[in-house]
């Protein structure tokens, strides 16, 4: 064991050239290299959160823009809804207010031409049975059917009650009225059968009243005693119109829910 | 039976002369010079790099953590110091496998060599570090009684380095040589390989010593008045 002094020497003299010799071909360069590849990470690293940042403003940027286009979007379609409603209410309601107008006018023109026909009805009738109590009155008892009615009339003034005939010869003036035309021979019989059956000599006055169509009516006051064939007739024509009524209510109830069955339809289709 | 390589003269000429401890430092400073040259010629900063940067790498980054484990302190300063120690001394060891090659870490001359240059920087360090009187103040710490004891420390655990390490690789070369001659077949390989963790951990330890004495003298008392 011993020590050589000048190797001693000579060994930190290498010993410190060897240090100067790493420190610039290893630890330096090394240590530089790994400086700068940490130094492009980390501008990497930053460029990347830079571009991710950037890409995070941009995304928030869509998104708002979409929701708020989707917001206007919703607002459209909810005032197009709300229009389209109102629209089709409105047109339902003219459609309904045209309907009930058509359906007042049409009722109307039905009554008319039920009144009208009813009015002719009458007349024909009267005049139809008129002529047929005519004929057979004379064909079966050569008597005449204005013969018949003054005799009617006289046999009604038969009938009346004593209370009544007092009432008709202290009703003002007397009245004879019917519905064709009067001819001396009975009118001579009229006024005697008045006059007899009612006490009274006053002298009937006589006119022809279209109304009456097929009858004889004696009048004083507010008195009056009358036979006619529009009596008939009246009951006739309630049963007759009765009839109508029905079949007038059978028809609108059929129209009213062919309208209905429309009405649910509409509906179905445009909800 | 040649103990130090101290004792192989190459070349003499009056008082100078090469030795064989002398011989084998150079190869081992031109293998580290050059491998490093070669490989850091063409260094590259990319993703991809050569396995040999990527070692190398790797072994600097090893010695930059393990200084900073030990003196708590930026390493950038103590790596080419303690670095070089590390390197050369594991280097000189390694070589050991080659026939005919003697560690020149087995010359005491080496060790004392290192051991010198650890016990140089130590104050030259402190002094960067704390000052003259800073550093000189830990001498007469904690009473100026103990001034004799620290330095006898000093300088004690200076020849502990050196001759540690002279101990533990010239034995390993001994052992090895005289088991060759005892028995020539497989023991000297595992004596061989024993020798070879021998040298790395006392490369370990001499790196290691050094930066701790070193790191006590900058900065370990920090926390003085």
Known sequence: MQIDWLTVAAQIVNFLVLVWLLKHFLYGPVTAAMARREDRIAERVNSAREREDAAERERERLHERMERLEDRRDAVLEQAREEAESEKQRLLEEARADVDDKREHWRQQLRDEQDAFAKQLRRQTAEGFADLARKALSDLADVRLEDRMVETLGARLVGLAEDEREQFRGAGELVVSTGFELDDERRARLTELVQEHLGDDRQPGFEQDPELVCGIALTAGGRRLAWSLADYLDGFERKLTAHLDHRQRESADTESKTESDAERETAATSS | ?225
């Open chain 2, 1 to 225: 039976m040649t103990i130090s390589p101290d004792q192989i003269l190459l070349w003499q000429w009056g008082p100078l002369h090469i030795n064989a401890t002398l011989a084998y430092t150079w190869l081992v400073m031109l293998l580290l010079t050059g491998g490093s040259w070669l490989i850091t010629r063409r260094l590259r900063t990319g993703p991809d790099i050569s396995r040999w940067q990527n070692l190398l790498e790797v072994l600097v980054t090893g010695l930059k953590d393990q200084i900073r484990d030990v003196s708590r302190q930026d390493p950038g300063q103590y790596l080419p110091f303690v670095g070089t120690l590390f390197i050369f001394i594991a280097t000189a060891n390694l070589l050991s496998l080659v026939p005919g090659y003697m560690p020149p870490t087995g010359s005491l001359s080496t060790t004392t060599a290192l051991a010198l240059c650890v016990l140089t920087a130590v104050p030259l360090y402190g002094v960067l570090h704390r000052g003259p009187i800073g550093y000189l103040r830990r001498y007469v710490q904690p009473t100026p009684l103990m001034l004799p004891f620290n330095l006898i420390g000093e300088l004690s655990r200076t020849v502990a380095l050196a001759v540690r390490l002279y101990g533990n690789i010239m034995s390993g070369t001994v052992i090895v040589g005289i088991l060759i001659s005892l028995t020539p077949f497989l023991f000297p390989i595992v004596m061989q390989l024993l020798g070879l963790l021998t040298g790395m951990i006392q490369a370990y330890i001499f790196a290691v010593l050094a930066m701790v004495y070193i790191a006590s003298a900058s900065s370990a008392q920090k926390g003085e008045p």
